[in-house]
């Protein structure tokens, strides 16, 4: 798998909205684990090119800008086109163990969640 997508079949609205639809997905996932979203800074792809063609997206979840305090993931892109089945299966499991290893940091720093 490569790491940038293919333009011939590139649709900027639809790959915008499946950003968006995975940075919802991320802030639910925190609320469901009694996490305070506010307290939390959900990243995908920082640093780069807002209209990047990738398949594989790198996602960060930190705590109230704390370097020390954040974890990181690589996702395919595919896991987050689906909004059903199995590769939105495997997305959500990802993000969830990603929250449940911030939510293990955050606690052992003695920081509110």
Not at 1 to 13: E, G, H, I, L, N
Request: hydrophobic content about 40%; overall charge negative; charged content about 25%.
């Amino acid at each position: 798998m490569t790491d940038t997508c293919d333009t011939a079949t590139y649709d900027s609205v639809a790959y915008q909205t499946t950003l968006a639809k995975t940075y919802t997905n991320i802030r639910s996932a925190l609320v469901r684990r009694l996490l305070d979203p506010l307290r939390y800074i959900v990243s995908i792809d920082a640093g780069l090119p807002i209209f990047g063609l990738r398949n594989i997206h790198q996602l960060r979840i930190g705590y109230n800008r704390f370097a020390n305090l954040s974890v990181e993931a690589s996702i395919p892109h595919e896991w987050m086109q689906e909004e059903t089945g199995k590769g939105h299966d495997d997305f959500m499991h990802a993000v969830d163990d990603m929250v449940l290893e911030l939510k293990s940091k955050v606690e052992a720093s003695g920081r509110p969640i």
